[in-house]
């Protein structure tokens, strides 16, 4: 399988405190890797390395085939991301927002034209296009913000809490999308503190102090720590943690 991201012993310091601690791991294409953690694990911080944000201390990683050292801006143009809040502008219409970010992106005219009647069919916000997203519900802001993130196919995208304070029918239907993006190729990496999301995903990496303590398919992680559900596996762990705050 095509590796898409690769890491090995990548760690961030801050002065003495070691925010992330040679962490090392593997993500295919079209995988859907959920990385979990309590506040304080480290998590936001490698995220930040591997978006081309934050430049490491030590260690190797490569992203799109792009080192995160010396290529981060072209990172940056080959991964898409969605941050816990959103990033769609409130004030621009549904389409303007489309239309914005197709052309941050690189999109040509016609694409953007093509990607704006595109999104808004799928979203069935056909309606709703020429209103301003200070005015849509939670989920589909959600769900719009995802869709403008992955607007130019990137490699890589990268979701940082996406699904937060949304409810779980709109939940499912966030993640039908996330499915579809992965099935097209789209390597999906995600955080969420929903661990029953965590089962949706083909790999589970679990950090905690900065380390990773877990990582391999949901069954293979129940199966390893005879549990259930990954929430136990995810609560045997983090009862470990002496830290917090990320």
């Known amino acids: 399988m095509e590796t898409v991201i690769k890491t090995n012993k990548l760690t961030k310091r801050f002065a003495d405190f070691v925010a992330v601690d040679e962490i090392s791991f593997d993500v295919?294409?079209?995988?859907?890797?959920?990385?979990?953690?309590?506040?304080?694990?480290?998590?936001?911080?490698?995220?930040?390395?591997?978006?081309?944000?934050?430049?490491?201390?030590?260690?190797?990683?490569?992203?799109?085939?792009?080192?995160?050292?010396?290529?981060?801006?072209?990172?940056?143009?080959n991964i898409g991301y969605m941050s816990q809040k959103f990033s769609l502008y409130e004030d621009l219409t549904?389409?303007?927002?489309?239309?914005?970010?197709?052309?941050?992106?690189?999109?040509?005219?016609?694409?953007?034209k093509e990607?704006?009647?595109?999104?808004?069919?799928?979203?069935?916000?056909?309606?709703?296009?020429?209103?301003?997203?200070?005015?849509?519900?939670?989920?589909?802001?959600?769900?719009?913000?995802?869709?403008?993130?992955?607007?130019?196919?990137?490699k890589i995208v990268f979701l940082d809490e996406p699904t937060g304070g949304v409810d779980p029918s709109m939940r499912r239907e966030f993640w039908d999308l996330i499915y579809d993006a992965a099935d097209k190729g789209i390597t999906i990496f995600v955080t969420t503190h929903y661990l029953d999301e965590a089962e949706y995903c083909n790999r589970v990496t679990i950090m905690?102090?900065?380390?990773?303590?877990?990582?391999?398919?949901?069954s293979g992680l129940r199966e390893k720590f005879g549990v259930q559900k990954i929430d136990e596996v995810f609560y045997q762990l983090a009862r470990k943690a002496k830290r917090s705050g990320d």
């Open 208 to 218: 905690v102090d900065g380390k990773i303590e877990a990582l391999d398919s949901p």
């Open 28 to 77: 295919h294409k079209g995988e859907i890797f959920g990385f979990l953690g309590a506040n304080g694990a480290g998590k936001t911080t490698a995220m930040r390395m591997l978006c081309g944000l934050s430049v490491p201390t030590s260690g190797e990683a490569t992203v799109a085939g792009f080192d995160v050292f010396t290529q981060p801006e072209e990172i940056k143009k």
């Open 115 to 154: 990607k704006s009647a595109e999104l808004t069919e799928k979203l069935g916000l056909q309606k709703e296009a020429k209103k301003l997203v200070r005015s849509l519900p939670l989920g589909w802001k959600q769900k719009l913000s995802f869709l403008v993130a992955i607007v130019h196919q990137p």
């Open 94 to 112: 549904v389409l303007e927002n489309i239309q914005f970010y197709g052309g941050i992106y690189g999109l040509t005219n016609r694409e953007i």
